[in-house]
């Protein structure tokens, strides 16, 4: 059994994934641009000319710790607030992060529609 967006023609999952594309979107995507390279939620921030992310973490790094000028751009989240968290995080606005393709977004969530979370 599949899911139900595997059921959708082509056409209809690009017009929800382009509808879903949006400032504000969470998505939980596959980031090679990670040490190691792994799933992560990320908040579109723009999207023109290209998808400009915030990445979520579950904990602050330490050399952000250290800095306050970084500790500022650490914005908590509460599990309780967002349903797909599984536990308290941190949405990290000190820096913004882009994919190398730009397309390589839209392409995850073509492959999987269960990827765009929430907003």
Same mark, same amino acid.
């Given at each position: 059994?599949?899911?139900?967006? #595997?059921?959708?023609? %082509?056409?209809?999952?690009?017009?929800? /994934?382009?509808?879903?594309?949006? @400032?504000?979107?969470? $998505?939980? &995507?596959?980031? #090679?641009?990670?040490? %190691?390279?792994?799933?992560?939620?990320? /908040?579109?921030?723009?999207?023109? @000319?290209?998808?400009? $992310?915030? &990445?979520?973490?579950?904990?602050?790094? %330490?050399?952000?710790?250290?800095?306050?000028?970084?500790?500022?751009?650490?914005?908590?989240?509460?599990?309780?607030?967002?349903?797909?968290?599984?536990?308290?995080?941190?949405?990290?606005?000190?820096?913004?992060?882009?994919?190398?393709?730009?397309?390589?977004?839209?392409?995850?969530?073509?492959?999987?529609?269960?990827?765009?979370?929430?907003?």
């Amino acid at each position: 059994m599949g899911r139900l967006g #595997d059921h959708f023609a %082509p056409e209809d999952r690009r017009e929800h /994934v382009r509808r879903q594309l949006v @400032p504000g979107q969470v $998505l939980y &995507l596959d980031c #090679d641009f990670t040490t %190691p390279p792994k799933p992560k939620y990320a /908040v579109v921030v723009c999207t023109d @000319p290209e998808p400009l $992310l915030f &990445l979520v973490n579950s904990r602050i790094n %330490p050399f952000i710790q250290r800095h306050p000028d970084l500790l500022a751009g650490q914005v908590p989240l509460k599990a309780a607030d967002y349903p797909f968290l599984r536990h308290d995080s941190f949405l990290d606005c000190s820096e913004v992060k882009r994919f190398a393709d730009p397309g390589e977004i839209a392409g995850q969530l073509l492959a999987d529609l269960s990827r765009i979370r929430g907003s």
